[in-house]
């Protein structure tokens, strides 16, 4: 009689034992390894059983287990979808983690097995009442091939990330460690698992309310790894490689760091950042740790807060060898541009600041600014009589605004102008050039293809066309562009060049004077009546006759450059300048296009690293002109990376990139000729 009744009372223990084995391993095997000591699933979040469970709580916990008696069989209705049933080591990923495995590369099991309220308050009593030895046992005889399903995973399982993370504004309390515990250790995962005593098996959830979990936090090198890329070792540049000696290698980076008096002034473009990554005492460590870790000879910056330039940026890159060179937007503006290079590489030869703000001219009417320097490079002492040719860098951040293409081609158009007086030779050729920036405009677009090909026809052509970050084709009133861009008194020249430069200084320069002027008035075309002419006699019937001293064939001296008087082709802008792109703007390996930033979650390429090559003769694809590297030679550049990649990051800025921007950085190679 007596055992009769003691099997009746154990099969319920035993049935809701193997449910909770069922429930173990089938969470343990669906959670992706990790370190991390925080665990919220759905709108629930894990407390350890050692915490005391508030008396209400435990009251209302008693009432749903007496309401919910014996309804554990009915198949009347199915139960709803309360809790999930989760058994967590520290190794493991946190609840919203879980939530976001989709966005993994790693290869999990299927999917979480959910519980009804009835189930998940059943395993709680059992987890309360049985006997702890009893469960450590029961552990410890469970079937080995379920502990070890994530073994496969990638190799980051065993490696520690961060841990502390906070999702939710819920953290929970520190899981303990406990390595004497055999049993546990018997189906740990990973040699340094923390474990969690058996005293602490039972997970009370409590309602937290619905919430947003972030994205999937996975280590740097994992997400955002960027390979160098080495370019000297193509036979396309073996062949046009310098055979008059070494060349002269150093390293340029641009870079936008994004200011921070334009993150608290637009915060809704980072919503979907934490707080505390877009702090400036956050971003700083990790701008200049990326800075000094990639050590480019060069450095061209962009929203350079001028307060922090002075303050932090300037002091620390002097430490670092570096002599730099800030400009200010004008009006109002708090960022500007600056230029770095280093002490001993490098000599300055002449910095021109641009202001791109003219007063009185429409299209030059914004605060944007550029720098351009002239460089000497300077060569190691034993490599003899040697000479390589001074490097004009240039810098600038050209406007934002999709709508006013305009604006942006004045503005290239005045930095390019400066670019060409201070990199034009005695002789009328051009030193090297590299040209940085965030031009806010996306490859192939009309600006892009007017800085690499020379050349563009704008007369008609929409302004937000210009730089192709939008389409408001839809719109029934667009502004275009109009013939000449700028008015003549800005003192540019339709070939980018400023026209003080373009005038041949001759002391013998004929001057178009009062006497000479009236010397055409006895011309043939001044004597030639017009067909439709009213012919009133006595006046327009009268014939002047023409002066005995005037010669029949009249020689009228030709002005030394007549293009500034009468331009050859209106409606188009070009410069004589021989740029090309040192990124190809698409990655091969992935079959995606390249990114540089990504405003409101959406990729894009606005920043490059334009540098002087070489056009090929009649090589011209798709209406863009083909290049070959001349006298600077490309060596190599540091990967970009494309959209989903970076969402795999949470966009940017993310914890591991401080900027809205990603780095560009490229190697170069200068011909060293004989002095």
Known sequence: MIGTVLCYLLLPAARLLRALRDAFFTCRKNVPLAKSQTTQVGGFSSVRSGRPVPEEQEALLQQQLEEGAGGLHSSESAPAVGKVSATLTSDWLEGSDLLMTSLSDLNVASEVTWYTDQQHDELHTLMSLEPKEHTAVMLAKLPGEESVAMVDSAAWAALRTQTDHQIGGCTSPALEKKNEDTA????????????????????????????????????????????????????????????????????????????????????????????????WNYRLPNLLQEIQHWDPDVLCLQEVQ??????QLEPTFRMMGFMCLYKRRTGKKTDGCAVCYKQSRFQLISASPVEYFRPGHDVLNRDNVGLVLLLQPLLPGDIGQKAASPLCVANTHVLYNPRRGDIKLAQMALLLAEVDKVAKTIEGSYYPVILCGD???????????????????YNGMPAWKVSGQEDFSHQLHQRKLQTPLWHSCLGITDNCQYVTLCQPKKSDRHKYSRDFLLQFRFCDAACERPAHLILLEGVTDVKPDRPAHWPKQLSVVNDPDPELFFPRSPGVIQHGLKLTSAYSHFLPQRGRPEVTTMPTGLGATVDYIFYSAEPIENGNKGGRRLYRDGALKLLGRLSLLSEDVLWLANGLPNPFCSSDHLCLLASFGLEISNS
């Open 184 to 279: 546990g250790l018997g189906w740990s995962l990973v040699h340094d698992t923390e474990v969690l005593s058996a005293e602490a098996i039972a997970w009370p959830f409590y309602d937290t309310g619905q919430f947003q979990p972030f994205l999937e936090e996975k280590p740097y090198h994992e997400i955002l790894w960027r390979e160098w890329e080495d370019l000297s070792t193509q036979p396309a540049v073996l062949e046009l490689g310098s055979e008059n000696g070494p060349l002269f290698e150093f390293r340029v980076m641009s870079y936008n760091i994004l200011a921070q008096d334009l993150v608290e002034q637009g915060p809704d473009l980072y919503l979907h950042c934490q707080p505390h990554i877009l702090d």
């Open 306 to 311: 001028e307060n922090h330039y002075w303050e």
């Open 439 to 457: 031009f806010n405009a996306v490859p192939d677009s009309p600006l892009y293809k007017f800085i690499r090909n020379g050349q563009l026809f």
